[in-house]
Each structure stands twice: as C-alpha cells, then as structure tokens.
C-alpha cells in the first residue's frame, strides 16, 4: 500500500461518500479500524474537511466501486507524484575524497591517542571508515603501522570542528555517566583530617590535696 496524502481527511471524505466498511477505509489510509469508527461516529477528526482521494488523484473510480462491491478487496492507491516527494529523503552515506582517505588512520590514531572515550562506532560513522580499521591501528597491526601518526581530523579535513566538538562532548557525556553508575561518589582518603584537640583531664585528686593557702598565696611574714 502507498502511503497517501492527508489519511485522516481522506477518510472522512470516504465515510461520508461511501459505502466502503470500516476495515477497508482504515487499510487505504493508514488508520485503525476503531479510528475509522471514531470518525463516523463524530468522535475523531470533527474539525478536519474531507478531502477527495479521486480528484486528488490518489484512487480511481474502479478501485472504489470494487472496494464498494466487495467487502474483502483491500483498495490501491495510485502512485502521489507528490507524496514520493514528500518523503524524507534518507542521508547518503559519508563519503572521503580518495586523496584524503590514506589520512584516516591519523585520525584515528588521534582519537585513540587523545580521546580514548569516543566509541570505534562513532569514529567509523564520523570518519567513513570500519571498525576493524580502527582496531588495526590501535593494535599498531595496520599495514601502514610505521608511518601513521595522530593528527587532528579537522586539519586534515576529513571533519569540521563543530562536528568534531559534539561528537567528543557526547561521548564525554556518556563515560561520565557511565562512570557514576559503576562507582557513584567515592570519599577522598587522601585529604589530611585534621588532629583531635586532646581531652580534658582533670587533676587528680592527690594533686589537688598537695596545695596549701600557704603554699598559693604565701605566708605573712
């Protein structure tokens, strides 16, 4: 089934112009049959104009009497010139310039070297290279091992900065969180506490005995 334009104004206009049930209004556009029931029953889309599926050029008249004289025929929708352009268009893959391709493992080697956090997935997707590529130059067994050395990807120009920027800020983000849920706060054992002011002692009471006025305050003579 083609997606269609409009699926809940189009079964309006279906409900209200013909005799189509519930479950083949709902298979055209998209919708529940219990939707489809709402919208007859004024419940759902009150507010929505029905719109014409046979002007818009999304279903001819002979899918609609057959869809009208049997229960059983699921109706197809005509091919929307306009619905095809709607769709998102999906995001081609990375690719690198082959002058610039022999620059990766620097880049790679930079990562691994300066930003150990950035998972091997988002240098692949970042810099359009595989895994076990990755895995060859932090295992110093690529090919090239000798020659490799980590240089920034954004000098290289295989990535711009700001791209660059978030991708370390997200999988900084991460690691901390993962950090603190496998330790949580951890107290500082190293910091010096400070000493424990002595206790008061009193003297003891063969001390106190041994003190005379005589001995405190002096004789009068």
């Known amino acids: 089934m083609t997606d269609i334009l409009m699926p809940k104004a189009t079964a309006v206009w279906l409900v209200d112009n013909s005799s189509l049930t519930f479950e083949q209004i709902a298979d055209f556009c998209g919708l529940h049959p219990l939707e489809v029931r709402g919208i007859a029953d004024g419940d759902v889309a009150r507010d929505i104009r029905g719109a014409d599926p046979l002007i818009n050029g999304q279903l001819t008249r002979d899918e609609l009497d057959?869809?009208?004289?049997?229960?059983?025929?699921?109706m197809k929708a005509v091919v929307s010139r306009h619905a095809?352009?709607?769709?998102?268009?999906?995001?081609?893959?990375?690719?690198?310039?082959?002058s610039r391709r022999q620059d990766r493992p620097d880049a790679i080697m930079w990562f691994v070297k300066?930003?150990?956090e950035v998972t091997d997935a988002q240098i692949s997707k970042l810099l359009g290279t595989t895994k076990a590529t990755i895995e060859t130059v932090r295992s110093r067994t690529h090919w090239n091992t000798a020659n490799i050395k980590p240089v920034d990807p954004v000098t290289l120009g295989l990535v711009g900065q700001i791209v660059l920027d978030e991708v370390i800020k997200k999988a900084a983000d991460k690691k901390a969180k993962d950090d603190a849920k496998k330790g949580g706060a951890t107290l500082q054992t190293g910091e010096?506490?400070?000493a424990a002011e002595p206790a008061f002692e009193p003297d003891a009471p063969e001390a106190r005995s041994q003190h005379t006025a005589e001995s405190v305050f002096g004789s009068r003579d």
Request: aromatic share 6%.
């Open 84 to 98: 095809e352009l709607l769709k998102p268009a999906k995001a081609p893959p990375r690719y690198t310039p082959v």
């Open 192 to 194: 010096a506490q400070p």
């Open 114 to 116: 300066n930003h150990p």
């Open 66 to 74: 057959k869809a009208q004289a049997d229960e059983s025929y699921r």
